[in-house]
């Protein structure tokens, strides 16, 4: 079965293995499987939390943060997200543009969380996969399937995110705003224009990140 899943989206099984070796190295480390990130120089070398970005290699952050999560349960549930959205998305797409659009995803829900939430230290892939939910969305709508089941489910997330103080709002917030640029830049039927297009969001995501974390490292908190 693994085998079959490589084949019809190996970087979705690649990220999704590397979220599970980010875990139990994480929970080696701390000799926790709850408290995983706690103890743990992979764990604190990869939290997305401003005041820690200004270093040289500090921008990372914005990426290796996705890879960590808090807890099996946490890792659970992005993990069942990820595959199943994500591998139809990857399909739909292709591996090498999918690939890019993952590494966006992250680092522009990052850069929203950095904006909107300077303060807020969050590990997670949950903005990657509120970016998926409005992919597979016009996935879905280009297939001509029912935009029903992807609509509710978004909706129902929202909604989960809304009532929940322990979830990171604008992480899971901007993942869906960089799902919705994103998704503009696929909606070209060139393959060559896709490229472009999500090469020139991304871009523009990091720029975004850069941006704040030089505010913040030439005006410190009053940057905030």
Known sequence: MLKAWWRQAPVTVFFCSLMIVAYVATALQSLSLMENLSGSSLGNASLLYLPLMTSPLGPLRALL???MHLGPAHLTLNLVLLFLLGREVEISYGSRLYLLVWL???????????WMDPLASTVGASGVGYALMV????VVRRRGGDLRGPLVLIIANIMYTLITPTVSLWGHM?????GLVLSFGLQ???????WVAISGIGLGFIVLLL????LFATSGFWAL
């Open 65 to 67: 943060s996705a890879f």
């Open 104 to 114: 966006f995803a992250a680092i522009g829900a990052s850069a929203v969380t950095v």
């Open 135 to 138: 992919l597979f969305l016009f």
């Open 174 to 178: 901007g993942g869906l705003l960089a």
């Open 188 to 194: 070209f039927s060139s393959p060559a224009y896709r």
């Open 211 to 214: 941006w704040k974390i030089s």
